[in-house]
């Protein structure tokens, strides 16, 4: 079934120094019908800590298992800081008739937090 789904979008923001996360590599994935996981886009947080588009131009997509992947070791290697977490995978599910997904990270050497933006 051809979906709605438009956009999906993150923001990237650094607690520890109170700013965005700017250059953090970013992977959309998505689950196919046999489970595994297959790579739709990827791209960098912009100096806002921003990924604005990481669907595919041209491309709709429907619901199903989604996840992104945050490459934090070398956010933090770029910031002097030892964090915790080599990477953040957030998987989140897509319903059939969805059309924008904001996914934030909050994020420190020790810890983040995510949640359904608007």
């Given at each position: 079934m051809?979906?709605?789904l438009k956009?999906?979008?993150?923001?990237?923001l650094?607690?520890?120094?109170?700013?965005?996360?700017?250059?953090?590599?970013v992977?959309?994935?998505?689950r196919?019908?046999?489970?595994?996981?297959v790579?739709?886009?990827?791209?960098q947080?912009?100096?806002?800590?921003?990924?604005?588009?990481?669907?595919?131009?041209?491309n709709?997509?429907?619901?199903?298992?989604?996840?992104?992947?945050?490459?934090?070791?070398?956010?933090?290697?770029?910031?002097?800081?030892?964090?915790?977490y080599?990477?953040?995978?957030?998987?989140?599910?897509?319903?059939?008739g969805?059309?924008?997904?904001?996914i934030?990270?909050?994020?420190?050497?020790?810890?983040?937090?995510?949640?359904?933006?608007?």
């Open positions: 051809a979906g709605n956009r999906i979008s993150t923001h990237v650094d607690t520890t120094q109170g700013k965005p996360a700017a250059g953090v590599a992977r959309l994935e998505r196919d019908g046999a489970g595994k996981w790579q739709v886009s990827s791209s947080t912009d100096q806002e800590g921003r990924c604005g588009q990481l669907l595919p131009d041209g709709e997509f429907s619901g199903g298992e989604y996840r992104l992947i945050f490459e934090t070791a070398a956010y933090f290697r770029v910031q002097a800081a030892q964090g915790l080599p990477f953040v995978e957030i998987a989140f599910l897509v319903r059939d969805e059309a924008h997904f904001h934030p990270l909050l994020l420190s050497p020790n810890g983040y937090t995510t949640y359904r933006g608007s």
